[in-house]
Every structure is written in structure tokens, then in C-alpha cells.
């Protein structure tokens, strides 16, 4: 089993960065594909990057490519989201998400999940 809990959100302004962590239990964190997950209010959970287990590939949703990294340190047990150049809709809560197999942007392909943490952009 993995659990999983996010750190590094906060209240920031537009324009601004934010880096994400995720740390995970278990010592099987280096075998499984990472996701990052972001949810606003009355809206669904929406796929914004995922990476394999070794680092490569990696994916991103449409509205993060150019201006989002998502890396990982397995030693660490430890998955990253860093996002530049932040906008008022990147607004949510942000969750981790682990996964078997290769990256994939289904929340369904994901097996455990944190908490979440907030992420809030003003304007």
C-alpha cells in the first residue's frame, strides 16, 4: 500500500510559482507512475501531469504544457509539481496520485491518492 501527502500549496498571486510535494510511504514508491490532479470548486477532477516510475515519459494537460514540470526523486520517495507563470483558473485543490503501468490521465487508472492541497491564485 501507498499513502500519499501533499504539500506546497498556499495563496499566491498571478504570475507567480509554486512547487508541489508529494512524499509517499512504501518502498515500492519507485515502481509506480505519479500523477498530479487539480480540482475546483463544482467542477471535476481534471489530469495535469503524470511521470513514470523511471522519470520518462511524462505527460501534461494542454492548459499547463510550457509553464509546468512535474519531476520525481525516488530516493526521496518524493514526486514534484513545479508551476510557472500561475493563473486565477489554476485555482484548486492539487492531488497526488499513484499508479501501475505507464502515465495515463484517467483518475480511474490511479490507485491511491492524498489529501489534496490548496492552491489559490488571485488576481
Known amino acids: 500500500q501507498v499513502q500519499l501527502v501533499e504539500s506546497g500549496g498556499g495563496l499566491v498571486q498571478a504570475g507567480g510559482s509554486l512547487r508541489l510535494s508529494c512524499a509517499a510511504s512504501?518502498?515500492?514508491?519507485?515502481?509506480?507512475?505519479m500523477g498530479w490532479f487539480r480540482q475546483a470548486p463544482e467542477k471535476e477532477r481534471e489530469f495535469v501531469a503524470a511521470?513514470?516510475?523511471?522519470?520518462?515519459?511524462?505527460n501534461y494537460v494542454d492548459s499547463v504544457k510550457g509553464r509546468c514540470i512535474i519531476s520525481r526523486d525516488n530516493a526521496k520517495n518524493t514526486v514534484y509539481l513545479q508551476i510557472y507563470s500561475l493563473k486565477p483558473e489554476d485555482t484548486a485543490v492539487y492531488y497526488c496520485a499513484a499508479a501501475r503501468g505507464m502515465p495515463t490521465a484517467k483518475p480511474s487508472g490511479y490507485e491511491y491518492w492524498g489529501q489534496g492541497t490548496q492552491v489559490t491564485v488571485s488576481s
Open positions: 512504501g518502498r515500492t514508491f519507485s515502481s509506480y507512475t
Open positions: 511521470i513514470n516510475w523511471s522519470g520518462y515519459p511524462t
